[in-house]
T-cell receptor, first 114, second 108 residues
Framework: DAGVIQSPRHEVTEMGQEVTLRCKPI?????LFWYRQTMMRGLELLIY??????IDDSGMPEDRFSAKMPNASFSTLKIQPSEPRDSAVYFC???WGKGLYGYTFGSGTRLTVV | GQSLEQPSEVTAVEGAIVQINCTYQ??????LSWYQQHDGGAPTFLSY????GLEETGRFSSFLSRSDSYGYLLLQELQMKDSASYFC?????????FGKGTRLHILP
């Protein structure tokens, strides 16, 4: 398996633009998570899905953020409109079952909003 | 809610042993995980303690004491490649919450 695949690896965009981050989880994993990492706040859980259904989106900062998982092999995280404070590394992770087996993280998307 | 405390930085010498501590305040807690992250890389899963006691995986061991709300990661025979950030994490329900991480510096 190629692991969790995220695209793009880097994204530079202007404030106010829409940004879409993409994730392909490991085949067979039933959980998918979106995290954001910054120096100040560390790794923050934004939202997670179980069997393609959003379970907890309490970490989504505000209405500008939205996430979807239309099928078991694809998820998107969208920011519209983007702001400079959204600059961070966004990680997607997937797992089979709960924490016992660990999460597999993608390589992340480094987002810079100027 | 969940909160985890770990030192921000630890320094050790190559070949030595280092312990990274983690204390937590979590209700409905299932287990304690450890992840490693190199600069510019993604977190990678190291270990999971569901029960009290020591779990050993090669040079790395992880310990949990539920009564003390405490755990640690023990790294032996340190190598330069172990220079990274280490995160403890607790899981409740289906999601994992991470600590702020401990940056491990290794001196030759």
């Amino acid at each position: 398996d190629a692991g969790v695949i995220q695209s793009p690896r880097h994204e530079v965009t202007e404030m106010g633009q829409e940004v879409t981050l993409r994730c392909k989880p490991i085949s067979g994993h039933d959980y998918l998570f979106w995290y954001r990492q910054t120096m100040m706040r560390g790794l923050e859980l934004l939202i997670y899905f179980n069997n393609n259904v959003p379970i907890d989106d309490s970490g989504m900062p505000e209405d500008r953020f939205s996430a979807k998982m239309p099928n078991a092999s694809f998820s998107t995280l969208k920011i519209q409109p983007s702001e400079p404070r959204d600059s961070a590394v966004y990680f997607c992770a997937s797992s089979w079952g709960k924490g016992l087996y660990g999460y597999t993280f993608g390589s992340g998307t480094r987002l810079t909003v100027v | 809610g969940q909160s985890l405390e770990q030192p921000s930085e630890v320094t050790a010498v190559e070949g030595a042993i280092v312990q990274i501590n983690c204390t937590y305040q979590t209700s409905g807690f299932y287990g304690l995980s450890w992840y490693q992250q190199h600069d510019g890389g993604a977190p990678t899963f190291l270990s999971y303690n569901a029960l009290d006691g020591l779990e050993e995986t090669g040079r790395f061991s992880s310990f949990l004491s539920r009564s003390d709300s405490y755990g640690y990661l023990l790294l032996q025979e340190l190598q330069m490649k172990d220079s990274a950030s280490y995160f403890c994490a607790t899981d409740r329900d289906d999601k994992i919450i991470f600590g702020k991480g401990t940056r491990l510096h290794i001196l030759p």
